[in-house]
């Protein structure tokens, strides 16, 4: 089973201020395809969680363009440059190179100081 | 606009089957692009998969429930379901239906919370 690492679990940020998430995959998320299958959600308080990034460094629809993401085989990262009040929540990246399953990471907490 | 809707009940007993659907509206089930699942979310946890299922009926379980989930597709109803048996109370949690496509996990229901309890 292909197991996912975020670091840190929690980061309190300034607004206006950058933030970074770390993400590592136990195995590589590289599929034979060419595509590496790594996902980044945000789960705001009391919603569902909602999709950020896919396939590493693509933003989804909708999605400010202060959200990147990046990253390449077992080691990823999202980045916010100017954390808002409203990016409060809990960040999971997922992996999916073996769609349809795939698994979480366990959560990094976002609060704003 | 797509929207996916969970129902079912909201206490289940020890040991009985915990069972949900999900209704899709705003977009057809039976479309070849996409895969439905169940995700589940412990009371202050994070997000475990439990399974998906193609409009043709392929399904794809969690290796480690795989024992106790059935996932099931009504195309003609447009909705798809999931069975849990022998629930413990490990098995409390808000279960969401979510659909998969190229982008990923797009599309989530707001999700129901299950609370196993005699």
């Known amino acids: 089973d292909i197991v996912m690492t975020q670091t840190p679990l929690s980061l309190s940020v300034t607004p206006g201020q950058p933030a970074s998430i770390s993400c590592k995959s136990s195995q590589s998320l590289l599929h034979s395809d060419g595509k590496t299958y790594l996902y980044w959600y945000l789960q705001k308080p009391g919603q569902s969680p909602q999709l950020l990034i896919y396939e590493v460094s693509s933003r989804f629809s909708g999605v400010p363009d202060r959200f990147s993401g990046s990253g390449s085989g077992t080691d990823f990262t999202l980045k916010i440059s100017r954390v808002e009040a409203e990016d409060v929540g809990v960040y999971y990246c997922?992996?999916?190179?073996?769609?349809?399953?795939?698994?979480f990471g366990q959560g990094t907490k976002l609060e704003i100081k | 606009q797509l929207q996916l809707q969970e129902s079912g009940p909201g206490l289940v007993k020890p040991s009985e089957t915990l069972s949900l659907t999900c209704t899709v509206s705003?977009?057809?089930?039976?479309?070849?692009?996409?895969?439905w699942g169940w995700i589940r979310q412990p009371p202050g946890k994070g997000l475990e998969w439990i399974g998906s299922i193609y409009y043709s009926g392929s399904t794809y379980y969690n290796p480690s429930l795989k024992s106790r989930v059935t996932i099931s597709v009504d195309t003609s109803k447009n909705q798809f379901s999931l069975k849990l048996s022998s629930v413990t109370a490990a098995d409390t949690a808000v279960y969401y239906c979510a659909r998969r496509g190229d982008e990923g996990v797009d599309y989530w229901g707001q999700g129901t919370l299950v609370t196993v309890s005699s």
């Open positions: 997922m992996q999916g190179i073996h769609l349809p399953m795939y698994t």
């Open positions: 705003g977009g057809s089930i039976s479309s070849s692009s996409y895969y």
